[in-house]
T-cell receptor, first 109, second 114 residues
């Protein structure tokens, strides 16, 4: 079967750095997405990785290792507004998105 | 504003009611999706339309019936639902469904079945 694993919940302090991990086992791989979803709102696109390595976009970076079936989202200089759920999703061989259950990130002052 | 709108935002319905959810995208996309989101569970893909043709139906019960009259509009018709169907129903769109384009989501309809 296809499976995406990410921690259910994480807590971090304002101004700090947090890494949210995602491991996957899918039939084929055509890229990995990270989305942010604030409570009661729509998911919004953060990043897309299809090649190994680190992609940096401001305070957010996303890393991919295809050989390990592993990705992480790195958030720097955390702000209170970063409190949200972070969803990992993998594009399988049929170009279907397989979603993780999401990681709820709680930022404390 | 994501360019994808959904109505209604909240819906309470009895198990014998018939209702419809509406989604509209203003992004010029060719693919539209219905997802079900339940607490602490992964997003469940329900239906995919690509260039108005249904390309995916992930074993969804027949009490959910999609309709895509054109590339900008998507409906989900509901009838004789069960309490376990209570969830957030999200609509999304993308350039097309056969390549990994990012999806743009609507705000969702919070459905409660009593």
């Amino acid at each position: 079967g296809q499976n995406i694993d990410q921690p259910t919940e994480m807590t971090a302090t304002e101004g700090a750095i947090v890494q949210i991990n995602c491991t996957y086992q899918t039939s084929g791989f055509n890229g990995l997405f990270w989305y942010q979803q604030h409570a009661g709102e729509a998911p919004t696109f953060l990043s897309y990785n299809v090649l190994d390595g680190l992609e940096e976009k401001g305070r957010f970076s996303s890393f991919l290792s295809r050989s390990k079936g592993y990705s992480y989202l790195l958030l720097k200089e955390l702000q209170m507004k970063d409190s949200a759920s972070y969803l990992c999703a993998v594009v399988d061989s049929n170009y279907q998105l397989i979603w993780g259950a999401g990681t709820k990130l709680i930022i404390k002052p | 504003e994501t360019g994808v709108t959904q109505t209604p935002r909240h819906l309470v319905m009895g198990m014998t009611n018939k209702k419809s959810l509406k989604c509209e995208q203003h992004l010029g996309h060719n693919a539209m999706y219905w997802y079900k989101q339940s607490a602490k569970k992964p997003l469940e893909l329900m239906f995919v339309y690509n260039f108005k043709e249904q390309t995916e139906n992930n074993s969804v019960p027949s009490r959910f019936s999609p309709e895509c009259p054109n590339s900008s509009h998507l409906f989900l018709h509901l009838h004789t639902l069960q309490p376990e169907d209570s969830a957030l129903y999200l609509c999304a769109s993308s350039q097309e469904s056969s390549t990994p384009y990012e999806q743009y989501f609507g705000p969702g309809t919070r459905l409660t079945v009593t």
